[in-house]
């Protein structure tokens, strides 16, 4: 039998490096033990003490300000150390192999790894190297692998839609724009799909959807408006051009008239629907600033929720 | 050993224990009450109902402050803990089921302290088992009880339907 890298011995969670192949009650225990870090930021003293001592380096060989300061406020409320290390500027830089970087970060005795790497499969590898040198007690999380995966989003995004919508029985969820280059979109899937969402839809160009999407079960559509109808979440993705070379898009211009969000259009989804948004948005590109700013907007609670979330990861990790 | 089948009456045992507070609550009618899920804070609210001042009631989870984190990792199903005033320099009675090893005190003093700095802390509970790890005792206590190590006593509240949500013990030999 083929071991699940992010699973110790005894079955237990011991690294995070995707949505795909958590089962429903790893993912509602993650969501659930989310819930009770959520009150921690709002006491006075916003910290407690379950990682005090340990050290949480963040690994970040690709830019991402929000997804590096979550986690950083995240460990830190944990009482962990926390190092940043922007690789774009580091040893890296200077010829050093990511699992030599690896190897010296654990001679100075890192616990846990936060890793956003450009190439799927980036964490993957470390959590094997970690294996086979025997330090499977230092930890993993993928904050964001090539076009694979973000896990912490995806488990983000299934915090807003329980807290919003209850739960996910009989919930139609659409994605929006590129799914092509949305590691979000994969992890959002795949939690929806084991948590028992009734419909997930992807809506976007044909230059913007892969190929083989349907095999992860969802449906595809071309067009805005059948892909919001009856819609209860949509998630506007953001249009990833700095990742785009070709011509995949006309314009961002074109791209608004067809796939912009915009109230118009919403009115397809159900009057309640809710409008989640990853970050960084641009405004008036995959999103308008009207709904954007509109109450059915929950795009900043969903940072909110990031960062209990994040601390929910890391405790679970580490607490085995 | 206590006789399993005549395990003393917990919710009595809480009236006992509303008497033995009655007259903090005359001195400083401010005193809060902060229960330790779980059957500190079914108790904590029972006091409240009881005494006169009706106490604002509390309540602490103490999962995050454990101190055998490493060992045993984190229980599912936290609970939030709330503290409904500024106990900033207030006096504070924790309430708990049972006092044993006096690590739950522990952890509950320090997560209490990172809501504030209490006036005073004093501990109310309803059995005390005796066997402490640490320098820490009850300030009030009906029960004094001498239980093999193995044994478990826990508060169980029974369902609102058929008894209304009456409060017993259950001890468990191993």
Redesign the interface.
Known sequence: MMLDPQLDADGNLIHLLSTEGLSRDQLTRLLDTGASFLGVSDRDVKKVPLLRGKSVFNLFFENSTRTRTTFEIAAKRLSADVINLNMSTSSTAKGETLLDTVDNLCAMHADMFVVRHESSGAPHLIVDHLRRTGRSDIHVINAGDGRHGHPTQGLLDMYTIRHYKGGFEGLKVALIGDILHSRVARSDIHALKTLGAESIRVVGPQTLIPTDIESLGVGVHRDLDSGLKDCDVVIALRLQRERMSGALLPSATEFHDRYGLTHERLKAAKPDAIVMHPGPMNRGVEIDSAVADSPRAVILPQVTFGIAMRMAVMSVLAGG | MPDLKNLPDAEQQIAALAEQLRPVFDKAPDTVLIGVFTGGVWIAERLSQLLPAHPPVGSV?I???RDD??E???R???????VPVDIVGKPVILVDDVLYTGRTTRAAL??LF???RPGSVQLAVLADRGERQLPIAADFCVWPVSLPSDASLVLVRNPFDDSEGKLTWSLDDA
Do not use: C, M
């Open positions: 989870d999962s995050f402050y984190f490493s045993r990792g984190l599912p199903n936290v609970q939030p803990t709330t320090n997560e990172d809501y504030g």
